[in-house]
Each structure stands twice: as C-alpha cells, then as structure tokens.
C-alpha cells in the first residue's frame, strides 16, 4: 500500500506524472552559501564537518525549508564523499573546490581503489536522513543523491576542477581496460549507496552527470551509457523516482533517458518544450531556469520563471529547478519569490478536478 506522505507529496506526484495542485519547485544546491544561517554554521564547522555529523547535516538539510515554501528537501552532503572510503584522500580547499591528493593516472592506480561498503563507511549520511525524515512534513519529500560515474572519474583523474577534462578523457581513450574497471566500480558503489540512501528514508534519488557535458554523443555511449544504465536499471526495484541530471548535455539528451532515470534534468542551455517534445512525454522534466537570472532584477527573474512554465505548458510531469546549482550570490528575496510564482502561475484547478 503507498503511504499518505507520497500521496501527499507534490514533488513525487510530478516525478510520477500524476495530476497536481500546482508545479513544484526546489532548487539545487538549496542548502547553501547564499543562506546566512549556514554562513554561520560553516565558521566554525568545515563543509566535511557539516557532512560527517547527521544532526548538522540535516540542519544544514532543514535551513531552506524553513525559510521557503518548497517541495523538496535534497539531504546535505556532497558527491565526493564516497572517494575517501575508496582511498582516494581530498580536501575543499578555501577558494578552489575539491583538491584530490593523488589523482589516478595509471591502471594500477584503478586496481588499488577499494570497493567500499556505503551502508558502513557513509553511514553518517544515512542517519542524517533518518533525522531529516523525522522532522519533515509528509507535504515535503526528501531527495538522496549521488555523483554519476563519469563525473566521479572526472575528479578523480583530473585531481580537482577542469575545463577541457583533458586528462579523464585522454585516461578513457588510451586505458579502455582500466576506464571499464574503474566505471565498473563506481557504478557498484553508487548503486550500493543510493539503495542505502533509498532504505533510510530517500523518496527520490539524484544522479548528478555534472560534467558529462563535455563528450560528444559518441563517447558518451561507449564510455558512459551502459555504466549510469546499470546503475538505474537496479535501482529499478526500490520504485522510487530516480532523477537523471547533467549539464551542456543538449545533444545526449536521448542517450540520458536511454541510460535511465524517471526525471531527465536539464540545464539552462536547452529549450524546455522542445527537449521535452524530442524526448517524448513519457518521461518527466526537471529544470530549467539559468542560475544567473536569479540575480537579476525581479522584473526581469519574474519573465524568466514565466518562461519556464510556458514551456513546459503545465504538461504532466514539470519540476521547476535551475538548470545548474544556486549561487552564492542568490538574494535570499529572489528565491522566496520564485517559489510564490511558479506556485501561483502554476495553479491548475482544472487537471485536479477531472481526478475528482
Ligand atoms: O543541493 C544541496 O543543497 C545539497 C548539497 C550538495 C553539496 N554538493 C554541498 C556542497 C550537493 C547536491 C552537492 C553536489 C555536488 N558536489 C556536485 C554536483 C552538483 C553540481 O553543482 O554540479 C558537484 C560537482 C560537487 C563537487 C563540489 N563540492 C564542488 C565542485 C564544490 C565547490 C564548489 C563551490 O562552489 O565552491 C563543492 C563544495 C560544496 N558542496 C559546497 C556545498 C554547499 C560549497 C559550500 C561550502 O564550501 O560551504
């Protein structure tokens, strides 16, 4: 029997293409650097800090909710997690992003990368989401994620941020047997973990192809495709919607929904309707608004949210989200009035009541 929060939950209705009140709406990177509360948390606790302990973490989880009328929570962690439990030691250096210590750069370097249990050695994940379960109204779904195989890889042969992924894509075409070993074991440890995040109390999962962007659709089926198809197709069973996200990825979109994922996100590059039409609208849409915009003026962040909703045509199945992560520079004013007007324009008292 499903339970009343899914019933309840507008987010899931979505991913589901059920009818519902009005759009939903969350944004990635939610809990953040734009919010003062967590400015404050982070002077005295470092982001792995945040991670590591269950109850900051699912403050840190709670501090958008609490101040927005949002659909969604996305519990507080960080895709790279799962690399130190690997043997892959990192840091967030002040400025820079992730830093791995010793990037891999030769097959032996994929042979000693440890298959770790996510249930054990990120278990501080999976009780944050217990917590966070607790508190949260069953209106409010939670959302676990993970970083996808590539963009995994992509750290951790580059050893940090990259532009071209010189060196991930030079690994990928000239070691093929150290690339499948290494696609092979991410793929292992992100089902084992998103299965875990799943059986804490995740209602939705994630999968965040960030960079993926950079290959050309070629690559992305032979090096990418049959490793992001593996781990959907078994995550299959928990029948949870499962969301499928990556940027610059307008000519991969197809390859994407045929990798899997319930809900495809799009970034701001591509145009709602027609991604979606070339999709096929059997499959539901997460996106797409450009981060930059809510900066702007609201005059100017109001058309561009209107937008959005006249794209995705109040078609089953819309989740209104950026098309990448929200900045730090995000007035906290803007965010509260995109939520108002994707709720308010969004209404459709019309689809509800034929369900009446
Ligand atoms: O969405 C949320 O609110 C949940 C939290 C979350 C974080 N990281 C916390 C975090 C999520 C979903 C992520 C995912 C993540 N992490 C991705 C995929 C999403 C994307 O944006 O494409 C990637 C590529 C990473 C790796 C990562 N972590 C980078 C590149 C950085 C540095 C970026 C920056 O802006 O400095 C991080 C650090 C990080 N992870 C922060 C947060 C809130 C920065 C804040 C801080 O230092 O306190």
């Known amino acids: 029997m499903e339970s009343t929060a899914r019933d309840e939950s507008r987010f899931l209705k979505a991913c589901r293409m059920e ?153 990928m075409y000239s070691e093929p047997g150290a690339w499948h070993e290494l696609m092979v074991k991410l793929a292992t440890i992100t089902v084992a973990y998103l299965a875990a995040q799943i059986e804490a109390g995740a209602q939705a999962v994630q999968l965040f192809d960030s960079w993926v962007g950079c290959l050309g659709p070629e690559d992305y089926e032979q090096y990418v495709l049959p490793y992001s198809q593996s781990i959907f197709e078994r995550l299959d069973r928990y029948e949870v919607p499962l969301i499928h996200f990556g940027t610059g990825t307008a000519t991969l979109l197809d390859l994407m929904k045929k990798a899997g994922g319930t809900v495809i996100g799009l970034d701001f590059r591509v145009r709602l309707g027609e991604a979606w039409q070339n999709l096929g609208r059997d499959v539901a849409i997460q996106g797409n608004l450009d981060p930059i915009a809510m900066l702007g003026p609201q005059d100017l962040l109001r058309g561009k949210v209107l937008d959005v909703l006249s794209e995705a045509a109040s078609q089953r199945g819309h989740i209104f989200n950026l098309g990448h992560g929200i900045l730090p520079q995000t007035p906290i004013e803007n965010v509260s009035a995109v939520v108002n007007w994707v709720h308010q324009e969004s209404r459709r008292v019309d689809d509800v009541q034929d369900e009446l």
């Open 19 to 171: 009818p519902v009140d009005c759009t939903p709406v969350w944004f990635m990177r939610q809990a953040g650097r734009y919010l003062p509360e967590y400015r404050e948390l982070r002077k005295s606790h470092t982001l792995l800090d945040l991670c590591r302990n269950p109850d900051l973490a699912a403050e840190v989880t709670l501090q958008p909710i609490r101040r927005f009328d949002l659909d969604a929570a996305i519990i507080f962690a960080d895709i790279l997690l799962p690399l130190e439990g690997m043997g892959v030691a990192f840091e967030f250096a002040k400025g820079e992003g992730p830093v791995i210590h010793r990037p891999l750069r030769s097959p032996g370097d994929v042979k000693t990368l440890r298959l770790m249990e996510p249930a054990e050695e990120l278990s501080f994940v999976l009780d944050a989401i217990r917590v966070v379960r607790r508190e949260l109204s069953s209106s409010i779904a939670l959302i676990g994620f993970a970083g996808a195989p590539f963009t995994l890889a992509s750290y951790m042969i580059e050893g940090g941020r990259s532009r071209a992924f010189q060196e991930a894509k030079l690994f």
